[in-house]
């Protein structure tokens, strides 16, 4: 039962406008959930996180928004650039341990 | 080189074979995880440990082995590679219950 759900496999924006991205989660005990970006032939990175405390986080041209009774959240990327082409994994915690469930990703490909 | 290390980049081997995965951190955080990637599945945990000598499994153990004798190593073992165990390896780490995991730049197995 896959607990972390991105169910678009993939999205081409043009350079410029915005990129939305899209995570849906199962397990209500989830309170912290972070996104991850992944470039070919190297390791996720850590991007962006928010607390459920929270239904907002910024941090530059990446905004997260949680809405908790719809399960889902989703990642903003205003302007979008060439260089945000990347898979995309939305990651989720249940604050009882240090482990994180992912999604499958999302590719991105941000068009010149 | 401060961070997170993982050898070897790339490996082939044999079913049946043993092998190993390295993860070295140089950062002394006391939570490691190992991963797998595939198409289609995203990042899935394997075993994860909290501590030097404390490890548990995570959502695919099966075949697999861990050791954590240091803090600062963390290594993966297939005892009997099969064709099913071909994919990307990634190894992170962790300060915290809220910290993100840093992630290491992968291994790619490939079992003939």
């Known amino acids: 039962d896959q607990q972390v759900k991105q169910n678009s496999p993939s999205l081409s924006v043009q350079e410029g406008r915005i990129s939305i991205l899209n995570c849906d989660y199962t397990?209500?005990?989830?309170?912290?959930f972070l996104w991850y970006k992944k470039y070919p032939a190297e390791g996720p990175t850590f991007l962006i996180s928010?607390?459920?405390?929270?239904d907002k986080n910024e941090d530059g041209r990446f905004t997260v928004f949680l809405n908790k009774s719809a399960k889902h959240l989703s990642l903003h990327i205003v302007p979008s650039q060439p260089g945000d082409s990347a898979v995309y994994f939305c990651?989720?915690?249940?604050?009882?341990?240090?482990?994180?469930?992912f999604g499958k990703g999302t590719l991105l490909t941000v068009n010149p | 080189d401060a961070g997170i290390t993982q050898s070897p980049r790339y490996k082939i081997t044999e079913t049946g074979r043993q092998v190993t995965l390295m993860c070295h951190q140089t950062?002394?955080?006391?939570?490691m995880f190992w991963y797998r990637q595939d198409l289609g599945h995203g990042l899935r945990l394997i075993y994860y440990s909290a501590a030097a000598d404390i490890t548990d499994k995570g959502e695919v153990p099966d075949g697999y082995v861990v050791s954590r004798s240091k803090t600062e190593n963390f290594p993966l073992t297939l005892e009997s590679a099969t064709r099913s165990q071909t994919s990307v390896y990634f190894c992170?780490?962790?300060?915290?219950?809220?910290?993100?995991?840093?992630f290491g730049p992968g291994t790619r197995l490939t079992v003939l």
């Open positions: 992170a780490s962790t300060h915290g219950l809220r910290g993100e995991q840093f």
């Open positions: 950062w002394s955080h006391s939570y």
């Open positions: 928010i607390s459920s405390i929270k």
């Open positions: 990651a989720a915690s249940d604050g009882s341990n240090y482990k994180l469930t």
């Open positions: 397990n209500s005990m989830f309170d912290y």
